[in-house]
Structures are given as C-alpha cells and as structure tokens.
C-alpha cells in the first residue's frame, strides 16, 4: 500500500484563491501583448525557458505564470528546483542513495512530480527550473530529453535504474530561468534547445504595471532614478561588448511603499547592487563606471 500510495500521491483539497490576467499585469511588470506571446509559448511547445538581464523578475514572472495559465494560486501544483554542477540524473529523476550499510533506489524530485501529475490529468502542473543553464543538461535529463518533447508526451520509455515504463504526462508545463548576462554560461546543449522555447525577458521600466506603481510612491527621488537608470540601459545595450542581454532589471526597485521608498534605501541599491554589476560589466574601463557613478549619485544631490 504504501508503494502504491508513493506512485499515486492523492493533493489535499484545499479552497484556492483564483488569479487572473489583471492580476498578472499588476504584479509582473510585462504589457498585455508580451504576456499574450509568452502564455501562447508555453502551451504550443509546453517547455519554455525565460531568458533575461540580471533583476528582470524571471522566477517572478514563472510562479505567476503558472497561476495564470492554472487559474488559481496552487502552490500544490508547482515544484521549484535550482540546478548547479553537482545536480545529476539520481536527484533529478532516480538513482541509488545510501541508506544505513546499504543502498536504495530512490526516486527524484521530478519523478515524483510527474507521478503526481498524472493523478489529476485534468489539471495543468508546472515545474519550474531555476539556473537551468548551470548544470550539465545532458547528464541530469538523460533519456527525459525524448519524453520532454511535446510530440512524446504520454508515450512510455524504459528507465535505465528500474526497468520500468516511464512517461512524462501531458499536462506537465516545464518552465526554466536562464541569465544572458553570465558569460561563462552562454552555451546550451543543443538537443535541449531544440526542445525549449526561448523567451526573452525584459526590463519593465515602460509597462503600464511599473508605471502605476512609480506612480503610487510619489517620489521625485526615484522618478529621476529610474529615468537615469532606463538611460544607463540604452547605453548598455549600444555597448557592442554588452548588449540588451546585460541591462538593469526593473526587480532592483520593485517591493516599496510610499512609507519606506526612502533615499538611503535608493543609495544603498546604487551602491552595492548596479555599480558593483557596472564595475564588472566595464571591468577595463573604469572611466564609464565613474561617470555613471557621478551620474546616479547626482540624483540625490
């Protein structure tokens, strides 16, 4: 029983708060059209991987898409991992841990959530891939990478561990993060590739939702840090070292109230979150941080 019980895990019933489109567009600063893209994405391909500038609001825009495209805030229908290099195919799918003296085949986090998935097939699930470029693609997919497609999903391969048939279900939505402004990481396999949809995420310094909420804050501070920040942007992206893929996201200056926007809290985020990125971005050419430096301190002068 308590194998069968692991194989078809029953989720508790729980009342759910219903989200909508309007929801969305006040919450993930993206305008009506690109959400519209984004959404039609996702459910022709089903896996879909948000690439962006640092602080753009990827993982943000993931959860409240899946609450979207779900209808309602169920967290019970979302899983969340992070990879890294020593992430593997044992954590990801299934593999041989120790156990006492021993050891024991145990299933992975994204085993699990299919099993649970194919409870409810009339409800969309979504497991959403944080770093997904960081860790070594082929070797924590495995043979997920066939089953992943949309043109295999339902249809049974056997795993290498168990011998068993394994399928991934059709209402699975797989949604990855990915950061265009790591260099290092700039490569993805290619049979991976062809598998993801990918979506660029941009700053959303000109969307109707960050415009409302500049607005809520009356703040002539950080009016005129976010005019000078969306200047420090079209300058990134003219630099031919850099490009749009290196912009300053929106996220650095989201999260305040009117109360608590305060002018130490802008100068801390100028100090140790964008000039810290600036002086990395333009590590050989200190003249262009010091004159952004004056300039974004000059708003608070």
């Known amino acids: 029983m308590d194998i069968i019980r692991d194989e078809n895990p029953l989720p508790p019933e729980v009342q759910n708060s219903p989200y909508t489109k309007k929801n969305f567009l006040s919450e993930v600063y993206m305008n009506e059209e690109k959400y519209d893209r984004l959404a039609g994405v996702l459910c022709n391909k089903m896996n879909v991987i948000l690439q962006g500038a640092p602080g753009v609001g990827k993982t943000f825009a993931a959860k409240r898409l899946a609450y979207l495209l779900m209808g309602e805030k169920d967290d019970s229908r979302i899983e969340f991992v992070q990879f890294h290099q020593n ?31 194919e409870n409810q097939p009339d409800k969309k699930y979504f497991f959403i891939i944080d770093e997904i470029n960081r860790g070594n693609l082929s070797k924590i997919f495995g043979e997920l990478l066939m089953l992943i497609e949309k043109d295999y999903r339902g249809k049974k391969a056997t795993l290498a561990y168990n011998g068993m048939p394994f399928s991934v279900p059709e209402n699975l939505y797989i949604i990855g993060m990915m950061n265009t ?21 941009d700053p959303g310094f000109g969307s109707e939702g ?29 630099d031919k070292s850099l490009g749009k893929g290196f912009c300053i996201g929106h996220s650095y200056f989201c999260g305040r109230t009117k109360e608590n926007c305060t002018k130490e809290w802008m100068q801390s985020v100028v100090d140790y979150d964008i000039l810290p990125m600036l002086s990395e971005y333009w590590f050989d050419d200190d003249s262009k941080v010091q004159r952004w430096e004056n300039i974004l301190h000059g708003v608070f002068q």
């Open 87 to 117: 992430y593997t195919y044992e954590d990801f799918l299934m593999g041989y841990k120790p156990v006492g003296d021993s050891f024991e085949l145990k299933h992975g986090v994204f085993y699990r959530f299919c099993k649970k998935a």
């Open 181 to 201: 402004a790591d260099r290092s990481l700039a490569m993805i396999d290619y049979a991976l590739r062809r598998r993801f949809s990918f979506f660029e995420i």
């Open 210 to 238: 960050f415009r409302a909420y500049q607005k809520s804050l009356e703040n002539e501070n950080f009016d005129e840090l976010v005019s000078k920040i969306v200047e420090l942007n079209e300058a990134i992206m003219r």
